[in-house]
């Protein structure tokens, strides 16, 4: 059995809004030293993923730390403000700020997924 080291990115939350999208993308944008496309070091994060947030830019205090796995939450208000899509267990105005805030993070994958992230 072969055990890979996980990599840990490092960069910020982002609340990313696509033009004609139904909902909030809940994304972690690495910190590249050179960006060539917009979307560069944008990953929406999905089942699986796991995250590290941090309260401030000097890492000392986790607020959050876990595998992502979101649940569906209709909170009743019209798009743009119903999101929809929330981590369970957590808050949604709690999960939300951490992403428009722009908090920073760490995100923890395998080798094996590292390419697909960044195809």
């Not at 590249?32 to 995250?51: A, M, N, R, S, V």
Request: glycine share 8%.
């Amino acid at each position: 059995m072969t055990t890979e080291k996980p990599t840990v990115l490092q960069g910020t939350l982002e609340a990313y809004y696509e033009l004609g999208a139904d909902s909030v993308s809940w994304s972690f944008n690495e910190a590249l030293e050179k960006k060539t496309e917009p979307y560069d070091g944008l990953h929406e994060l999905q089942k699986g993923d796991f995250i590290r947030v941090f309260n401030d830019a000097s890492k000392k205090e986790v607020i959050f730390e876990g595998k992502i796995d979101m649940t569906y939450r209709k909170n009743g208000k019209p798009y743009p403000l119903n999101h929809g899509y929330y981590q369970k267990g957590q808050d949604p105005a709690a999960w939300e700020k951490m992403f428009q805030d722009g908090k920073p993070a760490e995100l923890i994958v395998r080798p094996s997924h590292v390419k697909k992230l960044k195809a």
